[in-house]
């Protein structure tokens, strides 16, 4: 502390201070407190900062029924204040929380980034208050505290309504001395107490001295104390003080006890009679109060009187016999029967042919027929009395009295049998979950040998099975016998028959197996049991079918199966259903099919890449991949290999990912553009690169990757940059062409789970100048400066008017403001204001950004300095040009978004095998 002597001013403002040392002096919270900044702004520069406070959005802590809500809206819950602060906030980063000298703590929302000339100041650190759920703490500070109105008083009328218990005159005792201090002192207590609480927190809230604050917190703990003796309940904010029950006259325990009866007694009376709530509550209030006291009498929990207990009824008598006994030919009739039963049963028993239990069951329904006949009823088995299984009587005798805690006979025969079925229960499933229930007796199985699993493949073998490919079945393939691999996808037993479907890829066929001569019911059943997406080779016959199978992508023919081998079997239980994540979900079918979510997908991605969706989307990504190397090869380019382990980030600034590289650091490459540059220097003219880029941008929209495929090129040319532009619009072009003649299939197959419009483009490109496009935006209704960048929203709008206007998806803007570009941009030399920089836009998205490199050694060092970059920091990448570098220019583009966009997809990480954003680092 330090005891102000003197201030000196200057002109109004305080320039300095005369002070001593006051360290004897520890009362610091009364101490005022005054923060300097030094005023050498070169030696320790003050950061600017912004302090946001945010407010209640409603004003009013618990709105009444009648209340109108907008009256309580707060117009301005959000308050800024332009401050200036430590050289050290310039070093925060977003999400990082500080404490402030007399201002509380805060949490960094926006960092300090120096000055831009493209808004000609620097980016003050924005700092958003932390509230500590103080009264106080809300709000801009300094504000004054709500004011509070007159407490409302509840009348005993409302009392009711809240559940409060019966005036004393309703009961008609007279109350317990307890239960007036309850009513009279206690409703003055807790008004104390509450009183209290407030004082004790406005000492808080106003950072009152420890002193001043312990002794209202002592106060209020004696009030509490106070409270508990008086009412015997402990305090609690917004409590109802109860009224002690009347003890009933007497006293004792017994007295209570009918008390209580008597008391439930009526609660019955009146829940039956449908009486008012507040009547019904009275009284079951006074139930509980009678209840308490029982227990406190006798120190038990009242219970009802045991009721006696039944006699036991007499044994019924044995029932009268069912039916007469059999005479005269129903009696010969019955005996035939019963012996060509087991006659039958015999032959099954010992797996007889066919033909001869047949033969045999021919037999004993004609004798059944002949039974009903003569009698005229339907023969049935004689009932026979089972020794040990049967049903229990349903009206058994009475069994003696079970002892206490002990069950009756009745009941532990009841425990046993729900055992016995539980435990089957359980063994059927484990069973059924391992593909092993037990088959009935089926009779010799013909197909032995044609059915099963295969020992692990450990490539012991080369057998000369030809395995033909899904794809390739269709109608010239008619009755041929064939063999295919591939996953089950479906499967659906009735019967003796089970159809199933076989998946390979993107392709599908319908397979069925049915009971005959050669395959018989123990095959069917094993096929029926194969687990979905196991992996099978089935021999089987193409057959023609008579109406195509909508639900198979070869429609025109089936498979008769005749061998079935399971070559590597799945878990029964799958995280998700093939056939749920490849359904179109459309408004008419929400909520009758199981969705299948993004975090769901990626989670078991394994799973979701089998889909014929995602197995058409990646197989089109490689067809972009492959057509950007085909096209530029032919037009000359050579394809280099940049590294992507560097010394300093490749375009400065904070969205790098830092390694440690053995005793020091490295970063991740953000972008080959340096090396592509040094590759133009070394006198290739024209290169490109594929490979990995990696940004760690904490940006978590449905474009943005901290790792993806970059297509990058760089090309010397000979007068003009637009050479360059021409040369990737051509290569646009190309590749949009190559895509739709070459993976038509693949489009559809994604268009019909992801609807869409085609890809529409120009040949040549359609290109227009940013003059061109903020006019059209302006004329859209946009409003925007003419050096303004493009916002997210505007390049779409600019891509839809372009659409409407030129029918293309896909457009270059040229002329890109100066101000908006890196500093290695080449300035238009006609009008200072703009460059010779451009985008490339897909469905009104960015998906190439490019320019005129600056390659003057001189002339990069001058607009380094015009942007305030530091020239240590990029001291590489001048030096690449010292030695003479032809002009060139060059751009990047993502290869998942290219994909994204030419497929119209709502999600960059469905075109990302493996997606990386700043929440998801597995699979």
Same mark, same amino acid.
């Not at 197989?619 to 940049?642: N, P, S, W």
């Given at each position: ?31 005022? @407190? #005054?923060?300097?900044?030094c ?46 602060g ?5 070093? =925060? ?38 509230p500590?759920?103080?009264?106080? *703490? ?74 001043e ?27 109802t ?17 009918? %008390? ?13 009679e449908?009486?008012?709530k507040?009547?019904?509550?009275a ?7 009678? /209840? ?21 009824? @007499? ?35 010992e ?37 040990t ?27 046993a ?27 010799p ?7 099963g699993t ?16 899904v @794809? ?32 390979q ?41 008579d ?11 089936e =498979? ?9 079997a ?24 199981a ?14 890449l ?16 492959? =057509?950007?190397?085909?096209?530029? %090869? ?28 053995f005793?020091g ?10 090396? /592509? ?33 970059? =297509? ?5 040319? /000979? ?48 290109r ?34 372009? @659409?409407?206007?030129y ?12 101000? #908006? ?58 030096? *690449? ?22 497929l ?20």
């Open positions: 502390n330090l005891m102000i002597k003197k201030v000196n001013k200057k002109d109004g403002k305080v320039v300095s201070v005369d002070a001593e040392q006051n360290t004897d002096n520890k009362d610091f919270k009364k101490t005022l @407190k #005054v923060t300097w900044l005023d050498e702004q070169e030696k320790s520069p003050s950061t600017p900062a912004i302090l946001v406070y945010y407010d209640h959005i409603i004003s009013k802590a618990i709105l009444d029924k009648d209340d109108d809500f907008k009256k309580f809206i707060e117009p301005s819950s959000k308050h800024e204040f332009e401050m200036l430590d050289p050290e906030l310039k070093t =925060l980063k977003k999400g990082d929380m500080i404490q402030v000298q007399r201002r509380g703590y805060f949490i960094c929302d926006v960092e300090y980034r120096p000055y831009n000339s493209c808004v000609g100041r620097a980016r003050p650190v924005v700092l958003i208050s932390i500590d759920g103080s009264v106080g *703490s809300y709000g801009a500070p300094g504000k004054a505290p709500p004011a509070k109105g007159p407490e409302k008083k509840t009348t005993t009328k409302e009392g009711k309504k809240q559940g409060g218990a019966p005036t004393p005159a309703k009961q008609g005792k007279a109350a317990s001395p307890a239960a007036a201090a309850g009513s009279g002192s206690g409703d003055k207590l807790n008004a104390s107490v509450t009183a209290q609480g407030e004082l004790v927190r406005k000492l808080k809230a106003d950072k009152a001295g420890k002193p604050v312990d002794e209202a917190v002592k106060k209020l703990l004696a009030l509490k104390a106070e409270f508990k003796s008086a009412t015997g309940q402990d305090w609690k904010p917004g409590m003080i109860t009224k002690a029950a009347a003890a009933p006259a007497g006293g004792s325990a017994d007295a209570i006890n009918a %008390a209580t009866a008597a008391q439930g007694d009526l609660v019955r009376k009146l829940k039956t449908k009486a008012a507040p009547e019904i509550d009284a079951v209030k006074k139930l509980l109060a009678l /209840k308490a006291e029982y227990k406190a009498a006798t120190g038990k929990d009242w219970k009802p009187a045991a009721e006696p207990k039944a006699a036991p009824k @007499k044994a019924a008598s044995p029932p009268a016999a069912a039916t007469a006994e059999l005479t005269g030919p129903g009696a010969a009739i019955d005996a035939a029967i019963k012996g060509q039963g087991e006659t039958v049963r015999k032959l099954k028993t797996k007889a042919d066919k033909a001869a239990i047949d033969e045999a069951v021919k037999k004993l329904l004609s004798l059944k027929a002949e039974f009903k006949a003569a009698t005229g009823a339907d023969w049935k088995p004689a009932e026979q009395k089972k020794e299984k049967g049903k229990e009587n349903k009206k058994p005798e009475a069994s003696a009295p079970a002892a206490d805690g002990e069950k009756s006979e009745t009941q532990k025969k009841r425990d049998k729900k055992a016995e079925k539980a435990n089957k229960k359980a063994a059927h499933k484990s069973d059924e979950a391992g593909g092993q229930v037990e088959a009935k007796d089926e009779g199985d013909v197909s032995s040998g044609k059915y295969q020992e692990m493949n450990q490539s012991k073998d080369k057998p000369s099975t030809v395995l033909t490919p @794809k390739e079945l269709g109608m010239k393939m008619n009755e041929k016998t064939v063999t295919v691999r591939g996953r089950v996808h479906t499967s659906r037993a009735k019967g003796k028959q089970c159809f199933f479907v076989i998946r890829q993107q392709v599908t066929i319908q397979c069925l197996a049915f009971v005959n001569e050669s395959i018989s019911k123990q095959m069917v059943n094993f096929i029926a049991n194969v687990t979905k997406e196991s992996i099978v080779d089935v021999e089987a016959v193409v057959k023609k079918v109406e195509k199978i909508e639900s198979c992508t070869q429609q025109d023919v =498979l008769h199966v005749k061998q079935v081998w399971v070559v590597s799945s878990d029964p239980r799958l995280p998700l259903q093939i056939e749920d994540a490849a359904r179109q979900l459309t408004e008419e079918n929400e909520g009758t099919f969705r299948v979510n993004q975090d769901v997908r990626l989670d078991n991605r394994v799973l979701d089998r889909t014929p969706t995602n197995q058409a989307i990646f197989r089109l990504e490689a067809g972009v991949c492959q =057509l950007f190397r085909d096209t530029l %090869a032919k037009k000359g380019f050579v394809e280099i290999h940049t590294p992507k382990i560097i010394s300093a980030a490749s375009e400065g600034g904070a969205n790098v990912f830092k390694v440690s590289y005793k650091s490295a970063f991740l490459a953000q972008s080959p553009q340096l090396y /592509k540059q040094m590759a133009i220097a070394g006198d290739f003219e024209k290169v490109f690169t594929v490979g990995g880029v990696f940004r760690a941008e904490d940006s978590n929209t449905h474009r943005h990757l901290t790792e993806f495929v970059g =297509l990058d090129l760089e090309m010397a040319f /000979k007068f003009h940059y637009h050479e360059v532009v021409d040369t990737i619009g051509d290569l646009f072009t190309q590749m949009f062409r190559g895509l739709r003649d070459k993976y038509s299939q693949e489009i559809e197959t994604v268009s019909q789970q992801f609807p869409c419009e085609p890809f529409k483009f120009l040949d040549p490109p359609l227009l100048e940013f003059p061109e496009a903020v006019e059209m935006l302006k004329e859209a209704g946009v409003e925007m400066g003419d050096e303004d960048d493009l916002s997210t929203p505007n390049e779409k709008l600019l891509g839809r008017i372009v @659409k409407a206007k029918d293309t998806d896909y457009f270059i803007l040229d002329k890109y403001p100066l101000a #908006v570009r890196p500093f290695y941009t080449m300035p238009d030399p006609v009008d200072g204001k703009y460059s010779n920089s451009y985008d490339m836009f897909m469905r009104g998205e960015e998906i190439l950004s490019g320019a005129q490199r600056i390659h003057n050694t001189e002339f990069l060092i001058e607009r380094a300095k015009h942007h305030g970059i530091e020239l240590n920091t990029i001291a590489s990448y001048i030096d *690449s040009f010292r030695y003479g570098c032809p002009p060139h220019a060059g751009g990047g583009i993502g290869m998942e978004r290219v994909t994204m966009l030419y119209g997809l709502d999600n960059i990480r469905k075109t990302s095998m493996f997606p990386r954003d700043p929440k998801r680092l597995t699979p």
